[in-house]
């Protein structure tokens, strides 16, 4: 179904609910958006046609479809007990349905933490399950570009103790002379600082949002200045960042 994204009911809830309906009617109105598409109350609906009960209902216009996605969630999580299984369950396809929201976002809707919401989201896309995508939409609408993972780490020396010495492949690849290998460790250094610097001044470019927004509402001038320094100091990361991306 569209919007059902909980597990189903347990006999034992099933048939409480179904008691209940048959004594009192449906007391809360399911949810449809404006196709008639059932948003909440599927279990409602399922009972009151199999015992020829009248099923009120309110429609839901103009909502997008992430918002519609949202509000399933909430509503059912509010008033189901899951197990932690069951709610990680919930973290995927929230993830699979709308891969552009921020994992705060569907930590938010499926009631775990952020980081929670991160690691499934990083599993699933390893497997391919969801695009890789360089931006994600918060709960305030704002879109934002997701900071670049540090390099991988290339192997230790462990990993290469064992290995044989190829004296023609070491003359033919420039990577291998003594020269050049030891430049290699401080340039992936300096990448890794640039994009650890460029997160660290997005985070902290919306949390002054923030401030902006409680603090300075009435002081125009003074929130425009503090938002152009802001945007100035994250674009400069950028570009920085963007000149040693193209030359590695």
Same mark, same amino acid.
Do not use: F
């Given at each position: 179904m569209r919007y059902q994204y909980m597990p189903p009911l347990s006999p034992e809830e099933y048939a409480e609910l179904e008691s209940s309906i048959r004594s009192h009617g449906v007391m809360v109105p399911i949810l449809r958006n404006g196709d008639g598409v059932v948003i909440d109350g599927h279990h409602r609906l399922r009972i009151a046609e199999s015992l020829?009960?009248?099923?009120?209902?309110?429609?839901l216009v103009g909502r997008s479809e992430s918002d519609l996605r949202t509000l399933a969630f909430e509503l059912n999580l509010n008033r189901r007990h899951l197990t932690r299984e069951q709610r990680r369950d919930l973290v995927v396809e929230s993830i699979k349905a709308d891969?552009?929201?921020?994992?705060?976002?569907?930590?938010r809707?499926?009631?775990?933490?952020?980081?929670?919401?991160?690691s499934v989201r990083a599993s699933l896309s390893a497997t391919g399950e969801i695009p890789q995508l360089d931006t994600r939409t918060g709960a305030d609408g704002r879109t934002r570009v997701v900071p670049p993972a540090p390099p991988a780490p290339g192997p230790g020396p462990a990993a290469t103790a064992g290995a044989t010495p190829d004296h023609g492949d070491r003359r033919q690849d420039p990577y291998t002379q003594p020269a050049v290998r030891?430049?290699?460790?401080? !340039? &992936?250094?300096?990448? *890794?600082?640039?994009? =650890?610097? #460029?997160?660290?001044?997005? /985070?902290?470019?919306?949390?002054?949002?923030?401030?902006?927004?409680?603090?300075?509402?009435? !002081? &125009?001038?003074?929130? *425009?200045?503090?938002? =152009?320094? #802001?945007?100035?100091?994250? /674009?400069?990361?950028?570009?920085?960042?963007?000149?040693?991306?193209?030359?590695s």
């Open positions: 020829g009960v009248a099923c009120p209902a309110e429609y891969p552009q929201l921020s994992s705060r976002e569907h930590g809707r499926t009631g775990v933490d952020h980081k929670t919401a991160e030891a430049q290699q460790k401080p !340039r &992936t250094d300096v990448v *890794s600082t640039v994009n =650890r610097a #460029l997160q660290r001044a997005q /985070e902290a470019a919306r949390a002054a949002d923030e401030i902006t927004r409680q603090h300075l509402a009435g !002081r &125009t001038s003074e929130a *425009s200045a503090w938002s =152009r320094s #802001l945007a100035a100091s994250l /674009e400069s990361l950028q570009r920085l960042q963007g000149l040693l991306n193209g030359e």
